[in-house]
């Protein structure tokens, strides 16, 4: 058995024992009970709160957004809601008293640990009242499944791995193949002219993407603070003083705190780096300032999968490292993409006479970090499905096994179009060097991989917003 083979075995078995001890998971908070309970009838008048037990912890950011209103919309809640002491999956509603004789309906809009809000509504009867339908609040603002949610949640996985993706396609890739290329007889010369124009070519995608990856981050945190706030995206970036608060008063903040500071100090490590390469012979770049952009980037990514579902699946930190682990896999071949096709189409034009050995050496050492990357990312999303899912039904039963088929779905073109273009690096190896038209034809299937690999980044996204089967 080969190394691959003998790795994915062993995953797998590590995985399916990780599943056999794993208890149900209640992603995104849910209202497991109350007191009283809903719909219930003959309430004391006397009483003094109503409690609210949910699935998992939850945060109260504003306070308009928990109330008990009589079925004549009079708010009978008194002072403001709270988490129990030491338990905040509690939710206290203290009350004016005595309660009078009427339907009365509790409203509630809490943000879930894994940074999802939820609201629902009851009702419940003091005495012999009967019970009435519920007076509902006004939500107004984004949710979590608006489109403008899910593009700027796409717009920040795009960034995010597309940096992992770059700075890896460098260290894994770039470096050893040019390396290759000139054990093959690429001149001094043209070895200069690869490098240089590389090196170039990876700073200006590097600094574009780390603006984007700003911009996304203000673009989750001003939708975020729209969906707990019930405003719209313009006026929560526009009124900083709610996103301000959700940073200072939320999981979703501390997180994202830590996730810029990651990038802050990504962009620290970059910007030494550029400056002394800069001043140098072009080089492959030494190794340490680079894993150290990776350990960076990767730790970004690893916050990401903290702040989901992952959070609060069984086994939490099994879980969220599997998601780190599947996210950093999809973002070293996915973001390596875009690499390839720049160099298949660039080196033949750039070096005429020695361009195309450059380009195949690069597209056989891409095809060998692809082939892992796409093993971790099976084994990793399988671990992921099995931690979401309590039942393989639910694959076809909920919405988001649905999308979950759908994703994987996607994946298959990719990968009848990846075992086509690891024939042709199979010729490679055997010495071929291929003409220009055949690498551009080999371009051209890549940007269809890019393609369909970008919906399937759409698809993940709009998973982080719904509820996994096991809910």
């Not at 999956?89 to 509790?106: A, E, H, N």
């Not at 706030?229 to 997180?255: N, W, Y």
């Not at 299937?445 to 393609?451: M, R, W």
């Amino acid at each position: 058995m080969n190394p691959l083979r003998r790795a994915v075995a062993c995953a797998l078995i590590a995985l399916g024992m990780l599943g056999a001890g794993a208890a149900p998971a209640l992603a995104h908070a849910t209202l497991l009970s109350s007191s009283p309970a809903a719909n219930t009838r003959g309430v004391s008048q006397t009483r003094p709160t109503v409690v609210l037990h949910f699935s998992e912890p939850v945060q109260i950011l504003n306070r308009a957004d928990i109330s008990v209103v009589t079925n004549r919309g009079l708010r009978f809640d008194k002072g403001a809601a709270r988490t129990a002491p030491g338990d905040s999956r509690k939710v206290i509603i203290p009350l004016r008293g005595p309660l009078l004789p009427y339907s009365y309906t509790v409203r509630y809009r809490v943000v879930s640990a894994d940074s999802h809000a939820e609201a629902q509504a009851f009702v419940f009867g003091v005495g012999s009242a009967k019970l009435a339908a519920p007076i509902l609040a006004g939500a107004g603002g984004l949710t979590d499944t608006s489109p403008v949610a899910v593009a700027v949640r796409v717009v920040e996985l795009v960034a995010l791995g597309l940096l992992l993706g770059l700075i890896g396609f460098r260290m894994l890739v770039w470096g050893p193949a040019v390396a290759d290329a000139a054990a093959r007889g690429l001149s001094a010369g043209d070895r200069d002219t690869a490098l240089r124009r590389g090196q170039r070519l990876f700073w200006r995608a590097f600094w574009g993407l780390a603006v984007l990856a700003g911009v996304a981050e203000a673009g989750v945190l001003a939708a975020k603070s729209a969906v707990v706030f019930h405003t719209g995206l313009i006026t929560a970036a526009l009124e900083p003083q709610s996103a301000f608060h959700l940073v200072a008063a939320s999981r979703f903040g501390d997180l994202l705190g830590w996730r810029s500071a990651a990038l802050f100090a990504l962009i620290a490590v970059a910007f030494l780096t550029w400056s002394a390469e800069s001043g140098r012979a072009p080089s492959v770049g030494r190794r340490g300032p680079f894993a150290a952009m990776a350990l960076f980037s990767l730790t970004a990514l690893t916050l990401l999968s903290t702040q989901g579902h992952a959070s609060q699946a069984p086994l939490a930190p099994l879980s969220i490292a599997a998601d780190a682990v599947h996210l950093s896999g999809a973002a070293i071949w996915v973001g390596g993409l875009p690499c390839l096709v720049a160099v298949l189409l660039r080196a033949p034009r750039l070096l005429p006479d020695s361009g195309r050995k450059v380009a195949s050496a690069t597209l056989t050492r891409f095809s060998k970090v692809a082939l892992w990357s796409v093993a971790i990312i099976a084994v990793t999303g399988f671990a992921r499905a099995a931690g979401e899912l309590s039942t393989p039904t639910e694959l076809w039963t909920t919405g988001y096994g649905r999308d979950l088929l759908l994703k994987t779905q996607l994946l298959l073109p990719i990968l009848l179009l990846a075992r086509k273009n690891r024939r042709f690096v199979a010729a490679l190896a055997h010495g071929v060097t291929p003409s220009a038209a055949r690498l551009r034809a080999v371009a051209r299937t890549v940007q269809i991989e890019l393609t369909i690999a970008l919906g399937i980044v759409a698809i993940a996204a709009l998973l982080v917003a719904q509820i996994p089967g096991r809910a």
